[in-house]
């Protein structure tokens, strides 16, 4: 039985999962695209599955889960066993720990300064609101204090979890690309381990078929 996606094809949140599923080789999904223009997104029907109104939603055998990494994970957990490994063996409890560790600091000192970033210069500007000049400001100092240190770490290692390309790569490189869309790419260009990083996982078979299509 096929699981169903409720998401966009160039929503941040949505390519990460669509990301999951082209390392893995899925196909055999239905994928249900909202209509936003009409709010379809804040209709009881979708806030019953998704209380905050947003996307994307994962709907699988009476299982329905929201939040694009939570529905990443579940996703590399179920299909473990096919195409790209993108977790730690399941009883790998060092492995885990390290991998939690990886994952909290995406959000905490990447995801927190570039979606500031992201929604001041492109998200902002779509819905016809204003960009507050200050908190770009703010996030703009912060990301690239941030890279700065990821560009340590990628000099110590090759992807952003360890030694292999996994899930914790995935989840950086939708707003990673939004940043280059952004027009604020030099922040990235400025580091040289990250750009290295990032011009091998953006290269990569899946991520062109996802991020094309």
């Known amino acids: 039985m096929s699981f169903k996606i409720t998401g966009l094809p160039q929503s941040v949140c949505t390519i990460r999962v669509m990301e999951v599923l082209a390392e893995k080789g899925v196909t055999n999904f239905e994928m249900y695209k909202p209509n936003m223009a009409t709010k379809e997104h804040k209709s009881k029907v979708h806030t019953d599955k998704q209380p905050f109104g947003v996307i994307p939603i994962l709907e699988d055998d009476g299982l329905t889960l929201y939040e694009s990494r939570a529905i990443c994970r579940y996703l590399a957990i179920k299909f473990h066993s096919q195409g790209t490994p993108l977790v ?25 300064f570039a979606n500031l970033i992201c929604m001041q210069k492109v998200f902002n500007p779509m819905k016809g609101l204003p960009t507050d000049n200050a908190v770009l400001e703010f996030a703009m100092e912060g990301l690239k204090q941030k890279l700065a ?3 340590t770490i990628l000099g110590k ?3 952003m979890g360890g030694e292999v390309f996994s899930l914790i790569d995935i989840f950086y490189m939708p707003l990673m690309r939004t940043l280059f869309k952004a027009g604020s790419g030099n922040l990235i260009e400025g580091a040289p381990n990250v750009n ?11 991520w062109r078929k996802v991020t094309q299509a």
């Open 88 to 112: 730690p063996a399941l009883d790998d409890q060092k492995g885990w720990a390290f991998f939690e560790q990886h994952a909290s600091v995406e959000v905490t000192h990447f995801d927190a």
């Open 196 to 206: 290295e990083w990032w011009q091998k996982v953006s290269g990569r078979d899946s």
């Open 157 to 159: 290692q090759a992807y």
């Open 149 to 151: 240190i990821f560009d």
